[in-house]
């Protein structure tokens, strides 16, 4: 009786057992995904990954770019915005996504998408600089008119610019641009309105310039100036006296004694393709930009842009002396800020296509 008794529990038992075990494992065990969502809460938030960081930088959980989105039955939470780069600003975080959805190009810090049964983040490079390249714009020359001697200023309409001689109209660098063809003596250059540097305590100039000469010319990208006594100028292409070098050369005059004179090889403006020249100017430095990068500069110059006084007549692609070579190039895109740019904004300038 008793070993029938013992015989009946076990029994018992091992059914029990059995039935828990196959409810068991009718059970779907969650994933990790579904525990901790598809981009929310993992430390490990990729490049790109919702808030635009860049390879060097991690969010505090951003989502997997390569995931799909999530079920928008079953949305995960979004997780914190991850980082932008060193310079950037912060991108939005990652919000629950669609079955599918896929996430946003974040090149500018945008938002990814995020979900429960995958992840969506962005495909992004840098953050967003922040850097608005109208700010302080205080003349703009895009030389994109079809033809006529006119180069209008699309910051202030009294002071155009216009063609001498016979301006080309090659593609340029955003748009059209303006070709100067001068094979010995100044035919083609473009004269800009004078006084264009007057009562700045500060600016930026930017051009780009494709330099088509077969040889170091000496003809200047820009030149202002005021007689013999004040100027301002870039040349793409000169030759040192004092030591023979050749290279580009950034030099300016006030009351007949140089106040700067920067030599650089870093750029080769003789390849025939388009270079980008930026100069930053107040009472701290003057520096130099060849293609988005420092290309030298000159602490405490001494000298105000404004203490050049009313320059005229003020050039592109040839000096005053007419018997000194003129450029044979193309311009495109002059500006003139009215303020220094940083070297991450000059950089930005740069990068604008």
Request: proline share 4%; with cysteine; hydrophobic share 35%.
């Amino acid at each position: 009786m008793f070993l029938a008794k013992r015989s009946w529990q076990s029994t018992l038992r091992i059914g029990v057992g059995l039935a828990w075990g196959l409810a068991a494992c009718s059970l779907q065990v969650p994933s990790e995904d579904e525990i901790f969502g598809a981009a929310g809460g993992k430390s490990e938030a990729r490049a790109g990954a919702a808030g635009g960081g860049t390879l060097a930088s991690s969010g505090d959980g951003g989502a997997d770019p390569l995931g799909e989105g999530g079920d928008s039955a079953n949305p995960a939470p979004g997780g914190s915005s991850g980082s932008g780069s060193a310079e950037a600003s912060s991108g939005s975080g990652a919000s629950s996504g669609s079955k599918g959805s896929a996430g946003s190009s974040a090149a500018a810090g945008s938002s990814g998408a995020s979900g429960s049964n995958g992840t969506a983040g962005s495909n992004g490079s840098a953050g967003s600089t922040g850097f608005d390249p109208a700010t302080g714009l205080v003349s703009l020359f895009a030389f994109d008119e079809p033809n006529g001697a006119v180069a209008a200023n699309a910051k202030d309409s009294t002071k155009n610019a216009k063609c001498v001689g016979t301006c080309t109209r090659p593609t340029g660098q955003l748009g059209q641009a303006f070709g100067l063809r001068n094979d010995v003596s100044p035919s083609d250059w473009i004269e800009l309105p004078m006084g264009l540097l007057a009562s700045r305590s500060a600016i930026t100039l930017s051009a780009w310039l494709r330099d088509r000469s077969s040889s170091r010319s000496g003809a200047p990208l820009f030149h202002f100036g005021v007689g013999s006594k004040e100027s301002f100028f870039f040349v793409p292409d000169d030759q040192n006296a004092r030591s023979s070098s050749t290279g580009a050369h950034l030099g300016g005059v006030h009351g007949s004694e140089s106040f700067v004179d920067l030599w650089s090889t870093r750029v080769d403006f003789t390849d025939k393709v388009w270079h980008h020249v930026a100069v930053s100017w107040n009472a701290d430095s003057i520096e130099l930009y060849l293609d988005g990068k420092s290309a030298g500069s000159a602490a405490r110059p001494g000298v105000l842009p404004s203490q050049l006084g009313t320059t005229s007549p003020n050039y592109l692609g040839r000096l005053p002396d007419e018997t000194s070579l003129a450029l044979y190039g193309e311009i495109d895109d002059l500006r003139v800020y009215d303020r220094v740019l940083s070297a991450t904004q000059v950089a930005a300038l740069y990068k604008l296509r």
